[in-house]
């Protein structure tokens, strides 16, 4: 007798999320500079990132440089330091998402910010 095997049905569980960063962090950060070699100073600096937080929470745990219980660093510190505020209108329509498609949109939202004349951080 054949088995079924049921299909894990996708969950809408991740978000993807934009930050808005200090200009500080283009005259700081060569890795920045180096990341954004298109970047002419008229827009903004950004940080893209994805969760399965809430993108208020997970931006407050980069500001607040959290750690895992094993003492992990968590947050990035490019965010930590030049973080000033979330930037809903640039991802707020297209959340939430499965952990997929937020792997994939994470990166294109960051290249297609970058073409628009945004200088973009992203891991």
Known sequence: M?????????TLSHNV???????KVWTDSRKFRAAN???????SCLYVGMTSLDPKERFEKHITGARSKKGHKISSSIVEKYGKYLRPSLYAPMNPMTRSRATKLE???ANSLKTRGYAVWWN
Not at 37 to 43: I, S
């Open 2 to 10: 054949a088995t079924k095997t049921k299909k894990k049905s996708a």
């Open 17 to 23: 999320y934009v930050i808005e960063l200090s200009k």
């Open 37 to 43: 070699p298109h970047f002419r100073g008229t827009m």
């Open 107 to 109: 990166e294109m939202l």
